[in-house]
């Protein structure tokens, strides 16, 4: 089932995914726009049909698994691994750095798709690759539903997005929102948790 942009965007829309004010982005960049996923995921059907389009578009990767960053990427993750029919399992922040707790570990040799909600800069994605990798497995793909970056994140595998889209952001010196200073920065991603 193939989705086009606007259909995805459709799914946002009616969900409450996209917000619109002054965001600090895990990056650390500012942006005007934000893709709220966490309120995607509220909404069952509509979760399931946009991460079956996802799946469809992985089923070639022949993936063994599904890792995804906490705690962003879990809901997605458990749907896409589902449509795959394969294991799900999740990274944790410890210490500042991701990694494998609650007893979950990967095979060497395991085929995974590192799977991740929003990608902007790409950098939680990237530490899982390298947490999958040490483990000893082999990271065939990357799979996002919303690509900020339009393409421009390379993660040296494979990268298939439902939603590509270029939305502006700035460093925090750069940002013109912040010039204004109209609007406080807020941040509504889950980086921050404890």
């Given amino acids: 089932m193939k989705l ?22 895990t990056s650390g960049r500012h942006s005007d726009t934000y ?15 946009l991460c079956k389009a996802l799946a469809e578009q992985l089923t070639e990767f022949r993936a063994d698994a599904v890792v995804s960053p906490a705690v962003g990427g879990i809901i997605m993750g458990y749907e896409v691994a589902r449509q795959l029919q394969v ?10 750095k991701m990694t494998l707790r609650r007893g979950f570990s990967l095979d060497k040799g395991m085929r995974v798709l590192v799977v991740e909600d ?3 800069t790409g950098g939680s994605v990237k530490e899982v690759i390298a947490l999958c990798r040490d483990a000893g497995a082999e990271v065939v793909a990357v799979a996002s539903v919303v690509d900020r970056s339009n393409g421009q994140v390379d993660f040296g595998v494979p ?17 013109p929102l912040c010039r204004e200073g109209k609007i406080p920065a807020v941040k509504p991603g889950s980086r921050g948790l404890k």
């Fill in 87 to 96: 294991r799900n399992y999740f990274a944790e922040r410890q210490d500042g």
């Fill in 4 to 25: 086009t942009n606007e259909e995805i965007l459709q799914v946002f829309d009616k969900t409450g995914g996209v917000l619109h004010g002054h965001f600090l982005l």
């Fill in 118 to 120: 929003v990608v902007t």
């Fill in 159 to 175: 990268y298939r997005a439902l939603l590509s889209m270029e939305v502006k952001s700035y460093e925090a010196d750069e940002c």
């Fill in 35 to 49: 893709m709220q996923c966490a309120k995607l995921f509220v909404h069952p059907q509509e979760s399931e049909r």
